[in-house]
């Protein structure tokens, strides 16, 4: 099945400062890719997606870029604040699967 | 995108007793959904697929008279953690996936029950 790793397991940035987290997965079917912020005693919520048809994805603050040769993806934050410090986790799943693997997290604190 | 809630948001219970937590859709029709189970500081861990109408799918390693799925509807799937024991204790979400489950569909979760047994 699908294996997905994750890192830094944790990051601090100063506001203000550009966050980047790296997942590497290691299905070659897989063919979706989203990213998940959690804060603490709450759901994950979908801040943003990919597919393998494109190699980077932007929503404001956010970007998404993929490397299907290498297999990796990565999650950059600009401009970071404070309300941005959570728990983000990667993910990806597969035509041949619709089961989400998920990345181990990365837990982002932004510094004021 | 999908609007998902759980009841209740945190449970306490006894040992030895039954819990059930609700997953409604509100927004949409949900075929399928998904329970996990995620331990403090830990990542989200697939339980079971929920299917409407028909047997939940669950992963291995998951006793399926433990945890009871019930999918009576589209808009509800219900996780029942039978005889509850302190190391059930977790944090119970569920999620469904709009735009089909096949080839990523984009999943939703709610907001997740805290369960603490005694």
């Known amino acids: 099945g699908e294996n997905v790793e994750q890192h830094p397991s944790t990051l601090s940035v100063q506001e203000g400062d550009s966050a980047v987290i790296k997942c590497t997965y290691s299905d070659s079917a897989s063919n979706y890719f989203p990213w998940y912020k959690q804060e603490l005693g709450k759901g994950p919520q979908l801040i943003i997606d990919?597919?393998?048809?494109?190699g980077e994805k932007k929503d404001q603050r956010i970007a998404v870029t993929l490397n299907k040769t290498a297999k990796h993806f990565s999650l950059h934050i600009t401009e970071t604040q404070p309300e941005d410090s959570a728990v983000y986790f990667c993910?990806?799943?597969?035509?041949?699967?619709?089961?989400?693997?998920f990345g181990a997290g990365t837990t982002v604190t932004v510094r004021a | 995108g999908a609007v998902v809630s759980q009841h209740p948001s945190w449970v306490i219970c006894k040992s030895g007793t039954s819990v059930k937590i609700e997953c409604r859709s509100l927004d949409f029709q949900a075929t399928t959904m998904f329970w996990y189970r995620q331990f403090p500081k830990q990542s989200l861990m697939l339980m079971a697929t929920?299917?409407?109408?028909?047997?939940?799918t669950y992963e291995q390693g998951v006793e399926k008279d433990k945890f009871l799925i019930n999918h009576a509807s589209l808009t509800l799937s219900t996780l029942t953690v039978t005889s509850a024991h302190p190391e059930d204790s977790s944090f119970y979400i569920c999620?469904?996936?709009?735009?089909?489950?096949w080839g990523g569909g984009t999943q939703y979760f709610g907001p997740g029950t805290r369960l603490t047994v005694l």
């Open positions: 999620s469904l996936a709009h735009g089909g489950i």
């Open positions: 993910a990806a799943s597969s035509l041949n699967d619709y089961k989400l693997s």
């Open positions: 929920s299917n409407e109408g028909s047997k939940a």
């Open positions: 990919i597919r393998s048809n494109v």
